[in-house]
């Protein structure tokens, strides 16, 4: 009986395996669709993670033209020898950023699923001191590396956004 026990364990893992992982924006949309709905408005925010100003500061906001599941190969991420993310250039950022998600250095590439979101956006507000340059993906008017202008489209993990305040 324990043999057969073994074989069935044995014969399940390999299926399991085979199943890309799914990323907390994959699971957002399962559990809550209706926030994600075609024609909502939401809002991708940035900033005020400090003492002082907690609120976010930076915002894109838009309306959701489509959401869905795709599986994605997470490869390396890109690494500058001798940096940390912190003291990365612009454009270096942006090719992390443009990467993400992605693995460390050690950790075996793999496929995960995540949950994606297509908004036009509609308004913005962005960070244009120096000090913000690799802080996050909306600086000097751009959203990574892409000018920001009204009606365009761009791709978010679902739970990078909220929902508008109405």
């Known amino acids: 009986m324990r043999i057969l026990l073994v074989v069935l364990v044995s014969l399940t893992l390999p299926a399991q395996a085979a199943e890309p992982a799914l990323r907390p924006s994959a699971t957002l949309l399962f559990k809550q669709p209706e926030l994600l709905r075609t024609g909502q408005c939401v809002r991708y925010e940035e900033g005020g993670d400090g003492w002082v100003v907690t609120d976010p500061v930076f915002f894109l906001k838009g309306e959701v033209l489509a959401a ?4 994605r190969h997470l490869g390396k991420c890109p690494v500058v020898p001798g940096k940390t993310l912190e003291h990365y250039s ?9 990467a993400f998600p992605c693995v460390a250095e050690g950790v075996a ?6 949950g994606v979101v297509r908004v036009r956006v509609a308004d913005w507000e962005t960070p244009y001191a120096k000090k913000a340059e690799n802080a996050g993906r909306l ?6 590396e892409r000018k920001l202008e009204k009606g365009m489209e761009i ?4 739970d990078l956004l909220r929902v508008c305040d109405q």
Not at 155 to 158: I, Q, V
């Open 68 to 71: 869905e599941v795709r599986t």
């Open 155 to 158: 791709e978010l993990e679902a």
């Open 109 to 114: 590439e793999r496929d995960e699923q995540s």
């Open 139 to 144: 600086y000097r008017g751009m959203f990574i």
């Open 90 to 98: 612009r454009d270096e950022f942006n090719r992390h950023a443009q």
